[in-house]
């Protein structure tokens, strides 16, 4: 039970670390962060199952995961206010134009970042973007002046 319970807290203690990088960095790791969380990856299992290696410890762990998982997804796909805390909400960063610099800065987006997204679906210049959305899995989406829009949420016309 002591492991189910230690589980427990270090998937609390690993959402929170994933919700305080931030949606922008989660979307981009660079090669140090990689290898940084699939070391964090094998300190976990170590703070969890301690000296205990047994293949009981191992499939109560992962299955405390995997439960907690589960049940999160779950609790979003019944009620809209565990998402908004669990995965977060879509942010406006640009409007008619002008980035929206507080916001920016809170979200640690860089302007670099944004140009080079708005760049990437052929966007030359800031003022063409009507609106440009910072979605919850850290992808860029843009709306812009000509009635267009691009990122990757964009889907194919229903009918």
């Known amino acids: 039970m002591e492991i189910v319970v230690r589980a427990a807290l270090m998937f609390l203690f690993l959402w929170l670390v994933t919700r305080v990088v931030g949606r922008s960095t989660l979307g981009e790791l660079s090669s140090f962060q990689l290898i940084l969380f699939i070391t964090m990856g094998d300190l976990v299992g170590q703070a969890i199952v301690q000296q205990d290696y047994s293949f009981t410890a191992g499939a109560l762990a992962v299955g405390t995961f995997a439960v907690l998982?589960?049940?999160?997804?779950?609790?979003?796909?019944?009620?809209?206010?565990?998402?908004?805390?669990?995965?977060?909400?879509?942010?406006?960063?640009?409007?008619?134009?002008?980035?929206?610099?507080d916001i920016m800065r809170r979200e640690r987006?860089?302007?670099?970042?944004?140009?080079?997204?708005?760049?990437?679906?052929?966007?030359?210049r800031v003022g063409d973007i009507q609106v440009a959305v910072l979605e919850a899995n850290g992808q860029l989406s843009f709306f812009t002046t000509d009635g267009e829009s691009s990122g990757a949420q964009q889907q194919p016309p229903v009918g």
């Not at 997804?73 to 960063?93: D, E, F, I, K, M």
């Not at 970042?113 to 030359?124: P, V, Y």
């Open 109 to 124: 987006l860089g302007m670099d970042d944004l140009l080079a997204a708005s760049r990437g679906q052929g966007i030359e």
């Open 69 to 101: 998982t589960i049940f999160l997804a779950w609790l979003n796909s019944r009620w809209r206010g565990p998402a908004r805390v669990t995965h977060g909400v879509p942010v406006v960063v640009v409007k008619d134009g002008e980035p929206l610099l």
